[in-house]
């Protein structure tokens, strides 16, 4: 399949209320300085640098992000806000016996020490978080705007757009998948998909603060979007007439995944470029839908 030509710069549809920069898309975020921002959190002194102290409850969107690898990768992302982090008398030793190296940062804005019945509580028994849990905003909006323009710098580009995949270990998964593979962002809807949240982030194993997550209220218009910046949109079904190894996809492509049973809905499938299928051969069929992300994008980079 040959590159796709961009088409010039895509039509700008703008959310009713969002405002606009100089040239009519939506204003960017401000440039990152490198710096941390802890601008929410005590700053406890040295002596007090492990106190006991109750969970504080998550407002105006925040969140429980728990797990080594999530909190990590947050610690080191400029763009994530930290409001606090606790942890278990256990883990904090071991964070202090320099045991992980990449959560020394840790110490800079403090560690709240609780117990481990009292995360179990909080996060759920089944959350496996490691004696370790942070209480973070939301990452800022990305648009496709910025996926667009940061495809424009490469001749090959791999995206995956997802169309209502609302599991939040799915989602982790594929982004941990496109972090893995070089994707260049995961594109959801806004509704019927699965909000950031401390699941999600755990799936992700710290691959939420490297990929962009974009969130778009119309799917089809943000497939056209796509076109316009040059992407092949390739939609994986069952009933693809090739394999991606078959048509030897290159230049920019997204992956148009469906959610599990559902599939690619109608108006999807008809905004694809193409159908395409992974070679299954055993007595079932078909996979999870993280599963056939990660051998797509492994394909694509093969």
């Known amino acids: 399949m040959p590159p796709r030509k961009h088409a010039g710069p895509p039509n700008r549809h703008r959310r009713k209320g969002q405002p606009e ?20 959190t ?8 492990t106190r006991r102290q109750e969970f504080s409850p998550p407002t105006g969107g925040q969140y429980w992000m728990f797990g080594h690898h999530a909190v990590a990768a947050a610690l080191a992302n400029s763009r994530r806000r930290i409001h606090q982090i606790v942890a278990t008398a256990d883990a904090a030793a071991a964070i202090r016996r320099g045991e992980r190296p990449d959560l020394q940062a840790v110490e800079t804005p403090g560690l709240d020490i609780v117990e481990r019945e009292a995360l ?17 905003s939301p990452l800022p909006e990305v648009d496709i705007y910025e996926i667009c323009d940061l495809a424009q710098a490469r001749e090959r580009a791999g995206l995956v757009v997802l169309d209502q995949v609302t599991d939040p270990h799915n989602v982790g998964a594929i982004l941990r998948s496109a972090a893995a ?40 218009r943000a497939m056209e979007e796509l076109k316009q910046a040059g992407f092949w949109c390739l939609g994986l079904a069952a009933e693809g007439r090739q394999t991606l190894a078959e048509m030897k996809p290159g230049g ?12 690619l809905r109608r108006l999807t499938r008809e905004h694809c470029d ?13 996979l999870n839908v993280s599963n056939a992300a990660a051998i797509s994008l492994y394909e694509l980079v093969r």
């Open 42 to 49: 005590k700053l406890p002194g040295k002596a007090d640098n």
């Open 181 to 220: 593979f070089g994707a260049i962002g995961v594109i959801l809807t806004e509704r019927h998909a699965a909000p950031e949240s401390g699941t999600l982030a755990k799936a992700a194993s710290g691959a939420l603060e490297h990929v962009p997550l974009v969130r778009v209220t119309n799917l089809v």
């Open 274 to 286: 193409a159908l395409v299928r992974l070679p299954t051969s055993g007595p079932i069929g078909h």
């Open 21 to 40: 920069g100089s040239d009519g898309r939506p204003a960017k975020r401000p440039e990152s300085t490198g710096k941390r921002d802890f601008s929410a």
């Open 252 to 263: 920019r492509i997204a992956l148009c995944l469906g959610a599990e049973g559902s599939g």
């Open 120 to 136: 179990d509580r909080l996060l759920g028994r089944d959350a496996v978080h490691q004696g370790l849990a942070a209480r973070v």
